[in-house]
């Protein structure tokens, strides 16, 4: 059988999504790059997001900032849960941003 649309996720220039479960809970992770202001300017101060799932649908539960969100992953270290958000710009020519690590 085919895949039908389920549920539609708003996102801005969205580069990478991460499934995760943590705590009999299910997340889905979005990693947002850019928005358009007004052509030809680019916006790469964007939130990504973190959406939970509520049963039947998707919800917001965690806006995280990000620099040209280009990457998310979750991991588990030493037994503790962490998202990791890969920053790529803050600007078309100012590469130079921090990612970050949450947990």
């Known amino acids: 059988t085919a895949f039908a649309e389920f549920q539609a996720i708003p996102t801005q220039g969205a580069r990478d999504w991460e499934f995760f479960s943590l705590e009999g809970r299910h997340y889905l992770a ?5 928005t358009v202001t007004a052509l030809p300017a680019l916006n790469y101060s964007v939130d990504s997001a973190v959406y939970r799932w509520n049963g039947t649908a998707f919800e917001l539960f965690q806006s995280i900032p990000t620099l040209g969100g280009r990457d998310c992953e979750y991991f588990v ?6 998202l990791a958000f890969a920053n790529r710009q803050r600007s078309t020519s100012d590469f130079n941003v921090d990612s970050v690590i949450y947990r």
């Open 30 to 34: 979005v990693a947002n790059m850019v």
């Open 77 to 82: 270290l030493d037994g503790r849960p962490h």
